[in-house]
T-cell receptor, first 117, second 119 residues
Framework: DGGITQSPKYLFRKEGQNVTLSCEQN?????MYWYRQDPGQGLRLIYY???????QKGDIAEGYSVSREKKESFPLTVTSAQKNPTAFYLC????????????????FGDGTRLSIL | AQKVTQAQTEISVVEKEDVTLDCVYE???????LFWYKQPPSGELVFLIR??????QNEISGRYSWNFQKSTSSFNFTITASQVVDSAVYFC????????????????FGSGTQLTVLP
C-alpha cells in the first residue's frame, strides 16, 4: 500500500546526543515536511523540501537538521542544540500539483514520539 | 501573516448528539485553501476535506458537513449523530497563496479541538 512510514514509533534521547527520525514515502510525492506537535497545541513546521537536494527552514528549525538525498526519504536529525526536544514529530508529503492544479492535501505518517532520558 | 483559530479547546457530547467545531482564519491572500484533519489517539493525522476560497458551497459527506463562509472567515465542521469513534482531536488548517505560504504551500494549523463522544 502507498503511504508514509515513520520510524521508530518511540525514541529516547540522552543528554548531548543527536538522534535521527526516519521518514519514507512511496507516494511519489515531491514535497515533504516535518512538524513538531507539543501537548495541546497545533503543529509547527520545522523543515520542508520540494525537491531532492533542496530544503527550507520552517518556523522552528533551530536545533534540527534534515537531508533530502532521495525523493522517497526525508530524515530529521534532532541535535544536542535542541534543548527541549520532547514532542511528537510528524512527517508529511504532498504532490505539488493535482489534475486541476489544486493545492493538494498533505498526507501524514503515524509519528515518532521523542522523549528525554 | 496567516492565522487559524479554533477557540474550542475541548468539547464533550453524548453519542448521537450533533456537534459543531468552529474554525476562524485570517489571511490576506485572495486565493487560499482550507483543510480539516482528524487526529485519533493513535496519533496520525487523517485528511478529511479541502476547500478552496472560490468555492463557498457547503459540503456533506455522510455524517460530516462543512460550512464555509468567507464573509465571516469561518470554516466550521459539523458531525451529525456523533459516535464514540469520532473521539479525536480535530485540526483546521490554512494554506495561502505562493507569497504567504511559499511554493511548497505550507500549512498553518489551528491549535485543535479535542472532541470526546461519550457512550
Amino acid at each position: 500500500d502507498g503511504g508514509i512510514t515513520q520510524s521508530p514509533k518511540y525514541l529516547f534521547r540522552k543528554e548531548g546526543q543527536n538522534v535521527t527520525l526516519s521518514c519514507e514515502q512511496n507516494l511519489n510525492h515531491d514535497a515533504m515536511y516535518w512538524y513538531r506537535q507539543d501537548p495541546g497545541q497545533g503543529l509547527r513546521l520545522i523543515y520542508y523540501s520540494q525537491i531532492v537536494n533542496d530544503f527550507q527552514k520552517g518556523d522552528i528549525a533551530e536545533g534540527y537538521s534534515v537531508s533530502r538525498e532521495k525523493k522517497e526519504s526525508f530524515p530529521l536529525t534532532v541535535t544536542s542544540a535542541q534543548k527541549n526536544p520532547t514532542a511528537f514529530y510528524l512527517c508529511a508529503s504532498r504532490a505539488l500539483q493535482g489534475s486541476k492544479g489544486d493545492n493538494q492535501p498533505q498526507h501524514f505518517g503515524d509519528g515518532t514520539r521523542l522523549s528525554i532520558l | 501573516a496567516q492565522k487559524v483559530t479554533q477557540a474550542q479547546t475541548e468539547i464533550s457530547v453524548v453519542e448521537k448528539e450533533d456537534v459543531t467545531l468552529d474554525c476562524v482564519y485570517e489571511t490576506r491572500d485572495t486565493t487560499y485553501y482550507l483543510f480539516w484533519y482528524k487526529q485519533p489517539p493513535s496519533g496520525e493525522l487523517v485528511f478529511l476535506i479541502r476547500r478552496n476560497s472560490f468555492d463557498e458551497q457547503n459540503e456533506i459527506s455522510g455524517r460530516y458537513s462543512w460550512n464555509f463562509q468567507k464573509s465571516t472567515s469561518s470554516f466550521n465542521f459539523t458531525i451529525t449523530a456523533s459516535q464514540v469513534v469520532d473521539s479525536a482531536v480535530y485540526f483546521c488548517a490554512l494554506s495561502g497563496g505562493v507569497i504567504s505560504s511559499g511554493s511548497a504551500r505550507q500549512l498553518t494549523f489551528g491549535s485543535g479541538t479535542q472532541l470526546t463522544v461519550l457512550p
